[in-house]
């Protein structure tokens, strides 16, 4: 069993509301020197079996039509360590 | 400038609506083989000058105070590529 993990952020046009409201309260609660904060999402999906291209290939439609709105949103797909072995 | 990113995810053994409504859509969307789904947050700040200990140390308390619920969130806190170089 492998986990991939797709991270799915605003893309750096688009205004992160979520994100600006974190980064404007952060000298409120003592912390300075962070210049921006973008808030996204982050999708774990355990998949049976090996991970192969053809498995991340499938991942990568799925995270295109249902998990990212690609009009305003990037995504990245990406083995984690587990499945890095067994690839 | 780096980028530090802060992944926020359900503990384990908290249910996951979100993840469970992703998880059941996807046979009905043609996607087999993927047993479960989780989401979370990611946020990715962008921090004025190196990043070092101090400013690591600074994030990680941050993140525990304010950008996780650590009741029911786990959290990570890695610098990304662009700082890798800079450490």
Redesign the interface.
Known sequence: ?ARVVV?V?LKPEILDPQ?QA?QR??PR?G?E?????????????????PVDEA?LG?IHD?AE???ANTVIEDFTVKVEEVAEAVK
């Open positions: 069993m991270d952020m994100g974190v309260a952060l609660l912390f020197g962070i210049s921006d904060v973008r808030q996204g999402k982050r999708f774990e999906l355990e998949v049976d079996g498995t499938r799925l039509s249902f998990l």
